[in-house]
């Protein structure tokens, strides 16, 4: 089937969306500029699907398709972190068209996204295509303080007991090579995130004054804790879409990496304990990470401190729980006056399988728009707005196809962020093949 073309401008248009600084901390007035700049913009997509404003910052359009059995959600938000001029070349919010790329704060993540998907449906309906299936745009304006929009949009799917097909948010990207080894470009598909949990170690002490201290200090237990965290990490497994993502790459590397690799992924057990010690990136993969952020407590240089404290950031690996983790912490602490406070948690996601119709279709349109590059499923760190679909919804996946380099993924909530012009009509070609396709 022909796709229709691109209608020109894409990148005037992208340009527009990023002057409008959709910033959590200036109020509502650019959400609202922006709201009605996506209707001055899209005027099929506002007169043809239905549009519902879900809380103040989430918007649900609907396109009804031929059927409603096997209704598709395409994700995305417009809101974006902050951005101050040091270090960028273009004013952060000047949406500069230059070099063949549209720059500024929101570009990648994830106003790019967001059009691509808009655009593709906008010109599907100037030719008069309906979609075999429901489709749903759901867009929200607070993904990056973790707000309620897509909260309250997941919960409308699962209270009208519309249980998607398939949702896609951002994630993953087409990177020209993902390892220094593998000198190919992949859609890096992300099947699952890590959970979070936040957790506050707090040992209490005597108080009284410095010059006579006890033998044992506050300050020595809570560092034996952490010491004995570092010592005990959790336990190390190679997750699926990693060995898959090893197979996705063998094909195309050198001889001298192909048995590496082989090695890697038959011999997972070794080898995620082998990388889990590594830390990074890497260990990261295999097993729940535990970074202590912050470090608290003491009210003068003279007095003993009365209590002291120690937050956790833990990233949790599929497998695990809120309670499993609590447990390690304290089997590992071995301490009963360390004090264990959970202060946020969010489970790790399921993970989507890599071998159904819906991850098929992801490829298939990876393969007309970004031909010779490998499809690779991947497990997420970084937490979606999707996540809050995966209890109800079987098929999720983060992935937004836009070309990104190393330099472009860097930029994500850094300086000079860009998406290349080239990326925008690919991406937009791709959300033309999926929606052509179910
Ligand atoms: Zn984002």
């Known amino acids: 089937m022909p796709l229709s073309p691109a209608r020109p401008g894409s990148d005037e248009r992208l340009a527009r969306m990023v002057r409008v600084p959709t910033v959590a901390t200036k109020g509502d007035k650019p ?14 997509v506002h007169s043809r699907l239905t549009l519902e404003t879900v809380t103040d910052r989430g918007l649900l359009y609907h396109w009804k398709g031929e059927s409603d059995e096997r209704p598709v959600v395409l994700m995305a938000h417009y809101d974006v972190v902050p951005a101050v001029p040091d270090g960028w070349i273009d004013d952060p919010f000047s949406g500069a068209i230059r070099d063949g790329a549209v720059w500024g704060r929101g570009t990648l993540d994830d106003k790019g996204p967001l059009l691509v998907v808009i655009e593709a449906v906008e010109n599907l309906l100037a030719d008069g295509f309906v979609p075999a299936q429901d489709v749903y745009l759901s867009f929200g304006g ?36 993902p390892l220094s080894f593998v000198p190919v470009a992949s859609a890096m598909v992300g099947v699952g995130e890590k959970g979070i949990v936040t957790a506050r170690l707090t040992v209490a002490g005597t108080g009284g004054h410095a010059s006579a201290p006890p033998a044992s200090s506050t300050a020595g237990r809570l560092a034996r804790a952490l ?20 197979r996705a790459f063998e094909p195309h590397v050198s001889a001298r990496y192909r048995v590496p690799l082989i090695v890697l992924r038959t011999l997972r057990g070794p080898a995620a304990r082998i990388l889990a ?25 003279n007095v003993l401190p009365s209590s002291l404290s120690a937050v956790l950031n833990i990233r949790v690996a599929q497998g695990e729980s809120t309670e499993s983790v609590v447990a390690t912490l304290r089997r ?29 279709l992801i490829r298939a349109a990876v393969d007309a728009t970004y031909p010779g590059a490998i499809t ?15 209890r109800f919804a079987p098929a999720v996946y983060r992935f937004s196809p836009l070309a990104m380099s190393a330099e472009q993924r860097a930029s994500i909530h850094g300086a000079n962020e860009f998406v290349t012009i080239d990326s925008l009509e690919r991406g937009e070609r791709f959300f033309q093949t999926l929606l052509r396709s179910l």
């Not at 959400?31 to 099929?44: I, M, N």
């Not at 897509?150 to 409308?156: K, R, S, Y």
């Not at 959790?234 to 090893?246: E, G, H």
């Not at 690779?376 to 995966?390: G, K, L, N, Q």
């Open 332 to 360: 590992a602490i071995r301490d009963e006056s360390v004090q264990i406070e959970v202060l946020e948690d969010s489970a790790p996601s399921p993970l989507s399988a890599t071998d159904n119709e819906q991850f098929g």
């Open 277 to 301: 010690a590594r830390g990074g990136e890497p260990a990261a993969l295999m097993h729940t990470t535990i970074a202590v952020t912050m470090l608290a407590g003491g009210s003068a240089a």
């Open 227 to 246: 010491r004995r965290l570092e010592k005990n990490p959790f336990p190390a497994r190679m997750p699926r879409p990693f060995r898959q993502m090893i």
């Open 142 to 177: 607070n993904e990056e303080t973790y707000g309620d929009a897509a909260v309250a949009i997941a919960g409308l799917f699962r209270e009208r007991g519309i249980a998607p097909w398939l949702v896609l948010d951002e994630g993953g990207a087409v990177v020209d090579a």
């Open 376 to 390: 690779a499923p991947y497990v997420m760190m970084a937490a979606t707005d999707s996540r809050h679909f995966h």
């Open 31 to 44: 959400f609202d500029r922006f709201v009605a700049l996506l209707a001055a913009e899209y005027p099929l």
